[in-house]
């Protein structure tokens, strides 16, 4: 009897623990806005720039480990 009962005070405890959580998200969709196009464009822009950047330098590690030590050879 004891078993259950301290698995139904876990199940209130999470449940309990779970509600602020999910205020707190409410209240920050409360606060957000869309972003204007300049906004949405900024961000785009640095986005495809850091994803160039992260394929520039995989594309450097892929020349020095594959391609260039067969000119080597």
């Given at each position: 009897m004891s078993e259950?009962?301290?698995?139904?005070?876990?199940?209130k405890e999470s449940i309990n623990n779970i509600v602020p959580t999910?205020?707190?998200y409410f209240r920050i969709l409360k606060l957000?806005?869309?972003?204007?196009?300049?906004?949405?464009?900024?961000?785009?822009?640095?986005a495809a720039a850091g994803i160039l950047a992260i394929?520039?330098?995989?594309f450097i590690f892929y020349v020095l480990m594959d391609v260039f030590p067969q000119m080597i050879i």
């Open positions: 259950t009962g301290n698995k139904t005070d876990k199940i999910i205020r707190s957000a806005k869309k972003p204007s196009r300049e906004e949405f464009l900024t961000i785009a822009k640095v394929g520039i330098v995989g």
